[in-house]
């Protein structure tokens, strides 16, 4: 029994595809087949039902899975000892996150970790929330990056990045010349909403309840990449996370307006089990992430009238936004985070809801 084919067996499994198990261990779609026909052929019997879509293991395959899982996860913990006997990062991170963390920015992310330590891999597979959350404490994935993180049970979670949240309004809309705006003015406008079992639409409901504004919810959607499309159409005004709609300000397409009386944020943490080993990769992959963005991320970009102005030719400011205690602070430069299928859908972070173990394929 060759481990690689334990191994390429187990992420076939966790990723639910031969294909996505064969690119992570960049093998073919046939040779990872072949791997899990191999062993079926060792131990004489079906570890995988193949006729139904998608696949199920079979009774023998769960119980070799969890048998393989616990065989990696040795090997793989033992291969950390001794890397930290030689002060060398190796080895893989495998990391759920939510869509809208954004596959421009995590990418950045990435590359920037793998040229630090080139021995270290980084495999980010996107999910719900409650996904996130599950497969961390299942010990499928080393660390989870959700919004509006916190501690359940055995997960702890870290504060990585607070997101200022804007208004989002069509290029022709009457606030769309604004270069902020008094979230008073919002009273009675039309507005797309996120669905009300979401904690980030009872988080935005909570604020504008808070400063005496009632908006009229025309539509609504359990992802950002819907709302977005509504705002596009001229259905009406949106407040989301800055950073998830960078790519359409840049394009022209959308218009993001910051609060002149208000400072509203989106969290997003790191989070992870509360007494799991952290292999050295993972916890220089933490550190990594933190120094690069220690609370605030999204570009500067031009909102308002000054969107307008760029394309007249005329210099923009940045967007500023405060932290809670009132501090100014600038917003870093980054990667694009909206380039991705983003979504705020969710229960304890407010990104989603889905059945345990559905894998999301689609654009979402």
Same mark, same amino acid.
């Given at each position: 029994? %060759? @481990? ?6 187990? &992420? +076939? ?11 992570? %261990? ?20 079906? @570890? ?21 899982? /616990? ?8 291969? &950390? ?9 190796? =080895? ?5 996150? $939510?869509?809208? +963390? ?7 992310? $990435?590359?920037?970790?793998? *040229? ?8 980010? *597979?996107?999910?719900?929330? *409650? ?11 080393? @660390? ?10 055995? !997960? ?16 022709? %809309? ?8 008094? +979230?008073?003015?919002?009273? =009675? ?10 904690? $980030? ?14 908006? #009229? ?9 819907? !709302? ?8 009406? =005004? ?32 790191? $989070?992870?089990?509360?007494? /799991? ?5 993972? #916890? ?12 605030? +991320? ?5 909102? =308002?009238? /000054? ?23 600038? !917003? /870093? ?28 394929? %689609?654009?979402?």
């Amino acid at each position: 029994m %060759h @481990l690689k084919f334990v191994e390429l067996f187990c &992420d +076939v499994v966790q990723y639910r595809s031969f294909s996505k198990a064969a690119a992570a %261990h960049n093998v073919s779609q046939s040779a990872a087949s072949q791997a899990v026909n191999l062993l079926e052929k060792h131990l004489e019997t079906k @570890l995988i039902d193949r006729s139904v879509r998608p696949f199920e293991l079979t009774p023998a395959g769960e119980v070799y899975y969890e048998g393989c899982r /616990e065989i990696v996860e040795s090997v793989h913990s033992l291969e &950390d000892r001794i890397h930290k006997l030689r002060d060398k990062v190796a =080895g893989v991170v495998h990391i759920a996150a $939510i869509y809208s +963390v954004g596959f421009l920015q995590m990418d950045a992310y $990435i590359k920037g970790f793998s *040229e630090r330590y080139r021995d270290a891999k980084v495999r980010v *597979e996107y999910r719900h929330p *409650e996904e996130v959350y599950q497969e961390v404490l299942d010990g499928e994935a080393d @660390l989870g990056l959700v919004s509006f993180p916190r501690d359940r049970g055995e !997960i702890v979670s870290r504060p990585w990045q607070d997101q200022p949240m804007v208004l989002v309004v069509h290029p022709q %809309h009457k606030f769309a010349r604004e270069t902020s705006i008094s +979230v008073k003015k919002l009273d =009675g406008e039309p507005f797309v909403g996120f669905t009300s079992d979401l904690t $980030i639409r009872k988080e935005i409901d909570r604020w504008l309840k808070k400063s005496r504004v009632s908006v #009229q919810i025309v539509h609504e959607f359990d992802n950002i990449e819907n !709302i977005k499309r509504a705002i596009e159409v001229g259905t009406g =005004g949106a407040i989301l996370p800055q950073p998830t709609i960078e790519r359409e300000v840049r394009s022209g397409s959308l218009v993001a307006i910051p609060f002149s009386d208000v400072q509203w944020l989106r969290p997003l943490g790191v $989070i992870h089990k509360r007494q /799991e080993h952290l292999s050295n990769a993972t #916890q220089k992959f933490i550190e990594y992430l933190l120094s690069q963005c220690p609370t605030c +991320v999204g570009d500067v970009l031009p909102t =308002g009238n /000054e969107h307008n102005r760029k394309h007249e030719g005329s210099a923009t400011r940045a967007v500023s936004g405060a932290n809670p205690e009132g501090k100014s602070k600038s !917003i /870093e430069e980054t990667s694009d985070a909206a380039a991705s299928p983003s979504s705020d859908t969710g229960t304890a972070d407010g990104e989603g809801n889905s059945r345990r173990k559905k894998r999301q394929t %689609h654009l979402i």
